[in-house]
């Protein structure tokens, strides 16, 4: 299952990553998976799901740096996000 490995390091974007932890969640939820196979999709699996968090951490840090104030742009916490008049939810 190497080459899987390597679709799992190499993967194109978020949303095929997000995608293939799926189809990994329903095939091992399925129970008609041997055990060796099993094992490796669990695998496969974390690393996915690790590859995801570490991407929206990534994406997380941007939206802090970009967040405006005033007219500038200074970095503030994520947390900040306005509700839809515009007023922070806490």
């Known amino acids: 299952m190497a080459d899987n490995t390597e679709k799992t390091e190499n993967a194109h974007s978020f949303e095929e990553a997000i995608d293939k932890l799926e189809q990994i ?5 399925s129970g008609d998976v041997p055990l060796e196979q099993a094992i490796e999709l ?3 699996g974390m690393k996915l799901s690790q590859w995801c968090g570490h991407k929206l951490e990534q994406v997380e840090r941007k939206i802090e740096m970009l967040m405006e104030e005033n007219g ?6 994520f947390t900040n996000i306005l ?8």
Request: aromatic fraction near 10%; avoid cysteine.
């Open 42 to 44: 669990f695998q496969e």
């Open 83 to 90: 509700d839809e008049s515009g007023d922070p939810i806490e």
């Open 25 to 29: 969640v329903t095939r091992l939820e």
């Open 72 to 77: 500038e742009f200074r970095k503030k916490p």
